[in-house]
């Protein structure tokens, strides 16, 4: 069984700031972690992944994560938030064995304060 | 090259009535995904389809809702005798290697 857990469903910060959004998971195996955008009124856009290579993964747009097995957590970060990057994220987590199945966190919704 | 695509991209019907939506996922993708988005709502898996498999529709929440992959490519949802609690996202995702690839979604509003 698989579970993320996506603290905040709301997240506000101002133009230039740190952006920290935080993911948790669940999962009997090594897990495959995904960090998804969604733009109002669009579907859903990857980020990044982690597919068991580097810890610290980059993504588009300036965004990155760090999966830490010890925190079972997949956090995603931005130095800089950009009114642009104003969406909602969704963390999701896969099996990488047998057909992929991958779970969905709640989502964040990211303000970003001009 | 093409995305996944879906359509209609909004649809409004009355309570009680059948809808179809349509994925078209990107070409050479043989896994097929269905989700549904809730208003303040995650994502709810609804059905998955690999190659010639049989499908996994553990998600499906009521025998009302049905889906079929034609040829190994596009994919047909359909809801029948709609419900208002059926108003929602409707999302798919074709999949390649270890990523999914999501459309726009349908938004279907039930009167």
């Known amino acids: 069984a698989q579970s993320v857990t996506q603290l905040g469903s709301h997240v506000s910060v101002s133009e230039g700031a740190l952006v920290l959004l935080r993911c948790n998971y669940s999962?009997?195996?090594?897990?495959?972690l995904f960090w998804y955008v969604q733009y109002p009124n669009q579907g859903l856009q990857l980020l990044l992944k982690?597919?068991?290579?580097?810890?610290l993964v980059k993504g588009i747009n300036g965004f990155e994560a760090e999966f830490k097995k010890s925190e079972t957590s997949f956090h995603l970060t931005k130095p800089s938030a950009h009114m642009s990057d104003a969406a909602e994220y969704f963390c999701?987590?896969?099996?990488?064995?047998?057909?992929?199945?991958?779970?969905f966190g709640t989502g964040t919704k990211l303000q970003v304060i001009p | 090259g093409a995305g996944v695509s879906q359509s209609p991209s909004n649809k409004v019907t009355e309570k009680g009535k059948d809808v179809e939506l349509r994925c078209d996922p990107i070409?050479?993708?043989?896994?097929l995904y269905w989700y549904r988005q809730s208003l303040g709502q995650g994502l709810e898996f609804l059905i998955y389809?690999?190659?010639?498999?049989?499908?996994?529709k553990s998600g499906l929440p009521s025998d009302r809702f049905s889906a079929e992959r034609t040829g190994g490519s596009v994919s047909t949802l359909t809801i029948q005798r709609t419900q208002q609690e059926d108003s929602a996202v409707y999302l798919c995702?074709?999949?390649?290697?270890?990523?999914?690839?999501f459309g726009p979604g349908t938004r279907l509003l039930v009167l």
């Open positions: 995702a074709s999949r390649l290697d270890k990523t999914q690839y």
């Open positions: 999962s009997s195996v090594p897990p495959y």
């Open positions: 982690y597919t068991s290579a580097a810890t």
């Open positions: 999701a987590v896969s099996d990488p064995k047998g057909y992929q199945k991958v779970t």
């Open positions: 070409s050479g993708h043989t896994a």
């Open positions: 389809f690999q190659g010639n498999s049989a499908p996994d």
